[in-house]
């Protein structure tokens, strides 16, 4: 198991959709800028980034999970999808302390949230499994000197 991989990508995760919903919020600061044309009202850009924050979060670290599990799993020999859903574990259990810290309670919908971060994380050690396979396999199947395939 490459567990400083796991580690990297799994921390990795949360704050990577972190710096996204910064760097949205800082594009949509520039665009009252430029609105006004002078300094863009605070309390607007702070209601942007909490509903940000708030309803697209999840979604954000769902979809940074599959990449970075990916990432992390493609340099273990076996066991692809088990390094995903590790990847997936750690970033899920860190969103969901997140969340519990900022609301107090665990709901339903915190848990399903959780268990999609984790299927991320499966599913992107799953698309390095499968490319291990196919790779696998066309060295397998080389074509041999007389133009017939067979395995070598």
């Not at 848990?111 to 299927?119: D, M, N, R, S």
Request: with cysteine; proline share 3%; hydrophobic share 50%.
């Amino acid at each position: 198991m490459k567990w400083g991989r796991v580690l990297l990508a799994g921390i990795g995760v949360p704050v990577a959709a972190f710096l996204l919903v910064m760097l949205v919020t800082t594009g949509y600061a520039f665009k009252l800028a430029f609105e006004v044309m002078g300094p863009p009202d605070q309390a607007q850009i702070s209601r942007f980034a909490a509903h940000l924050g708030r309803s697209y979060y999840w979604v954000l670290q769902i979809l940074v999970t599959a990449p970075a599990a990916a990432w992390g799993a493609r340099t273990a020999r076996s066991r692809h999808q088990l390094h995903g859903a590790c990847i997936g574990l750690l970033a899920g259990a860190t969103g969901l302390a997140i969340s519990f810290m900022m609301s107090s309670k665990i709901s339903l919908w915190m848990i399903a949230k959780f268990l999609l971060t984790v299927g991320a994380g499966w599913l992107g050690g799953m698309m390095i499994a499968r490319r291990q396979a196919k790779r696998t396999m066309a060295t397998n199947h080389r074509v041999q000197p007389d133009g017939k395939q067979g395995q070598v």
